[in-house]
Structure formats: structure tokens, C-alpha cells
């Protein structure tokens, strides 16, 4: 079974920095394209940056410059670093891939950015 674990959200001050990992089990991070979406109250989720199977990346207007997706195809776990965090990047954080046709989802990791 597929199953997206996610980890490292919490409370930073606006500026700091925060590293979110998923880690992937049932599925090669190697062999999918994974995703970070975030969704903000009252927002709808967003795409904020993509890993492809070749190990290319995409990132959304936003982020790009600030954030970084990277991947330990050793540890089978997707990263997202986080720098120069500001409200806006306040949202629960989720990992995606579809494999097969289907959606897989982690749980989701709440980030908070304060000032």
C-alpha cells in the first residue's frame, strides 16, 4: 500500500526556516513524481513545487527563490526546504504523488509563520 508520511512543520518567526520531509512507503520517490501542495484557511491548495522521476523541478511563482525540493532516493523521502518564510507561506503542508491513476496523499504538516 502506498502511504505518504509527513514531518517537520511547526512555529517559525517570518524570515526563518523550515525543512518539511515525506517520506514514501509503497512507492519509489525515484520512480514518481512527487509533490508539495499547501492550503492556507479559507484557501484552496495549491501546487508549490514538483520533483519529476528525472530529478527536474518546478517550483509556483511564490516560492521560487525561497523554496528548494529535493529528494534521498536512499531514504525514499522527498524534501522542501524553506527559507526567508513569510505569513503568506502560512498553511498545512501536503505531500502528493499519483501513481497509477490514483491520488496519494500525506497527512498533511501545519507550518505557521509569525512575526
Known amino acids: 500500500q502506498v502511504r505518504l508520511v509527513e514531518s517537520g512543520g511547526g512555529l517559525v518567526q517570518a524570515g526563518g526556516s523550515l525543512t518539511l520531509s515525506c517520506a514514501a512507503f509503497?512507492?519509489?520517490?525515484?520512480?514518481?513524481?512527487m509533490d508539495w501542495y499547501r492550503q492556507a484557511p479559507g484557501k484552496q491548495r495549491e501546487l508549490v513545487a514538483t520533483?519529476?522521476?528525472?530529478?527536474?523541478?518546478v517550483y509556483a511563482d511564490s516560492p521560487k527563490g525561497r523554496f528548494t525540493i529535493s529528494r534521498d532516493l536512499a531514504k525514499n523521502t522527498v524534501y522542501l526546504q524553506m527559507n526567508s518564510l513569510n505569513s503568506e507561506d502560512t498553511a498545512v503542508y501536503y505531500c502528493?504523488?499519483?501513481?497509477?491513476?490514483?491520488?496519494?496523499w500525506g497527512q498533511g504538516t501545519q507550518v505557521a509563520v509569525s512575526s
Open positions: 520533483i519529476t522521476r528525472g530529478g527536474g523541478v
Open positions: 502528493h504523488t499519483t501513481s497509477w491513476g490514483r491520488d496519494y
Open positions: 509503497g512507492i519509489s520517490v525515484g520512480i514518481n513524481n
